[in-house]
């Protein structure tokens, strides 16, 4: 397929709909809104469900009661409303349905601000609602990886049975860029008749299904926990994405960033490239399972001298990159979190500063 | 002579936790004979509450859902958006539905959502041990109004089936009890109907039934029956609010 020119959020709608998603329902804010418009006209072309809820809150459980039933979904929405539906993840995760959430994020706390941000790292990959579940959570660096990240949530969705996140920032959502679908793609057939409430007469079967998240029992409990935490395992095992930039160089520094922040890091380093300043990235693609490894073997190489986080955020991810480091090197933040992005030659000043010190 | 009596398909074996003397296990009962006779066990999901009735998935043979506190109309809704040829119930208290549910059962209602709602009022929460519910009535005591409802402070008692039925969406509202064996046969009609109109996909059912709670009331069975009927039948009194013919 020829590409076409598209705004992310209107891409990210598309990309659902192409991987088999016949069910949306979602709230308005900005700055995701366009999702919903689009879809609110695409969906009843393919015959599929869109629905605006009265709250964010009310949306997670639409979710989750279609999710229950087997049902390919999704929702989108930004900081403020991920709060809200994070009750619900919790339930979905709990529960073990397979969905999609997108969350376009826009600065906080609170109301914060409605251009682009990275401060919901830590809800997506830490818990956000309440008890023990992780997120598997995508960061795409443009409006290409954000349709291809997108058609591929659901099926690790599915593989998995939990909720998958896809995280942008505002400026991926309000952007155009030019995009392709790939015409090959195929849903990976899904086998929910051992679990999903889709009526005993759609299974052919007098075994009735429980969709549940309340273990009173402690071993129970414990024992579902073990499960869930067996599929996170494996995601730190199968699902870990990232790219590395530059990284065949003999860098001084190595910079790890994502999403619309690691293309401005790019740009910075094919700068200073040109300069004779060598700087690699390590660019996560996926936030949980988080490249660890990567990470570690790339501040190992012995001309690096320096690790920094770059986020739009007041140094969330630096913790993990920190983690992941293990002290091999010094690891510091840099970035910002009012809806500004740093530009490269902030980016480059901040680097050979680091360098100088 | 035959076997004049069985139990519903549609109930499993297990015993309930329910407290001697509560009405849950009459309206659990009706629900399932309602089922029986549509013959719709097999296209149906439920949606359990958080509150007493939490754990109705063990006693209702059929697929079932288990939601957030409050949050079942939102999830009857995605079953039925995604799912129209399947039938949907929430059972849901009145702490569940009047209060921290309230935003997702009045948009379900006002959306003409094609499910059927079950809604159990004995104007206290049950499980987490007799506190106030805001169909809890004027003076009644409760673990967090010790000295009685102060309507001052906390307003009067919520009347469901009046609010539901102010919205211009066509819908089923109805109120029952099961106090007496005369009402019960009524509410059986009642959350039959609603089952009807769900099938015939015709508008949002909800049928509230005025319930007891002897052990947070403090009462006998024999006494809560009494005090239901005197007190409460009173405020929230019995009869068909609105149907989708009108």
């Known amino acids: ?357 | 002579m035959g076997k004049t009596f069985s139990k519903p398909e549609a109930l499993t074996d297990a015993h309930t936790h329910y407290c001697p003397g509560c009405t849950h296990g009459i309206v659990h009962r009706l629900v399932a004979e309602v089922i029986d006779e549509l013959g719709i066990r097999e296209n149906t999901v439920g949606i359990a509450p958080v509150g007493c009735a939490v754990m109705a998935y063990n006693y209702f043979d059929c697929d079932f859902q288990e939601a957030a506190h409050g949050r079942a109309p939102a999830m009857a809704t995605g079953i039925k958006r995604v799912r129209p040829d399947l039938m949907a119930f929430t059972y849901q208290g009145d702490g569940d539905l009047a209060s921290i549910g309230m935003g997702e059962i009045v948009h379900a209602a006002n959306r003409g959502e094609k499910f059927t709602t079950i809604f159990i009022n004995n104007a206290i929460y049950g499980m987490t041990g007799g506190q106030m519910a805001p169909t809890t009535m004027p003076g009644q005591r409760a673990t967090t109004a010790p000295a009685g409802r102060d309507v001052e402070a906390t307003g009067m008692p919520i009347r469901m089936c009046e609010l539901l039925s102010t919205l211009a969406t066509p819908g089923y509202i109805s109120r029952q009890t099961v106090l007496k064996p005369k009402y019960v046969n009524k509410a059986k009609k009642a959350i039959k109907k609603a089952f009807e109109y769900q099938k015939e996909n015709r508008c949002y059912s909800f049928v509230e039934i005025v319930s007891t709670c002897p052990t947070n009331w403090g009462m006998t069975p024999l006494d809560s029956l009494k005090w239901a009927e005197d007190t409460l039948l009173p405020y929230y009194p019995l009869g068909e609010f609105k149907t989708p013919e009108e």
């Not at chain 1, 992310?8 to 809104?33: D, H, L, M, V, W």
């Not at chain 1, 830590?122 to 954000?146: C, I, N, S, W």
């Not at chain 1, 949530?153 to 155009?176: S, T």
């Open chain 1, 1 to 357: 397929m020829a590409k076409v020119l598209m705004k992310g959020n209107e891409a990210i709608g598309e990309a659902a709909i192409r991987a088999g998603c016949k069910n949306y329902f979602a709230y308005p804010i900005t700055p995701q809104s366009e999702v919903a418009e689009y879809l609110a006209k695409r969906m009843p072309e393919v015959d599929g469900v869109f629905l605006q809820g009265e709250s964010e809150v009310a949306v997670g459980y639409m979710i989750f009661g279609a999710a229950a039933c087997g049902e390919r979904v999704m929702t989108t929405s930004s900081s403020p409303g991920v709060s809200l539906m994070s009750e619900a993840i919790s339930y979905i995760a709990g529960a073990r349905c397979p969905a999609v959430f997108v969350n376009i994020m826009r600065g906080g706390p609170g109301l914060g601000g409605i251009l682009p941000s990275q401060a919901d790292y830590f809800q997506a990959t830490k818990g956000g609602g309440h008890g023990d579940y992780r997120l598997l959570v995508m960061a795409p660096e443009g409006v290409q990886e954000a349709v291809d990240m997108t058609m591929k949530a659901f099926d690790l969705a599915e593989k998995y049975r939990g909720p998958v996140m896809i995280m942008g920032d505002g400026l991926i959502g309000q952007m155009m860029e030019p995009v392709e679908f790939p015409e090959d793609f195929t849903p990976t057939p899904m086998n929910n008749d051992d679990w999903a409430t889709s009526g005993m007469a759609t299974r052919g079967t007098d075994k009735r299904n429980l969709v549940k998240s309340l273990f009173l029992d402690p071993k129970q409990l414990n024992d579902h926990n073990l499960l869930l935490k067996a599929g996170y395992d494996r995601m730190r095992q199968e699902e870990v994405r990232y790219e590395g930039y530059n990284t065949d160089a003999e860098y001084k520094l190595l910079i790890v960033s994502y999403g619309t922040m690691s293309r401005v890091c790019k740009t910075a380093i094919d700068t200073m490239k040109e300069e004779g300043l060598e700087i690699g990235m390590v660019r996560p693609q996926t936030l949980f399972p988080f490249p660890e490894q990567a990470i570690h073997d790339a501040a190992a190489k012995e001309s690096c001298s320096h690790v920094v986080s770059i986020e739009l955020s007041m140094g969330q991810m630096v913790e993990d990159v920190d983690r992941c480091v293990k002290g091999q090197r010094p690891v510091t933040w840099y970035g910002e979190c009012g809806g500004d992005i740093p530009t490269p030659e902030e980016i480059i000043d901040h680097v050979k500063s680091l360098l100088k010190n």
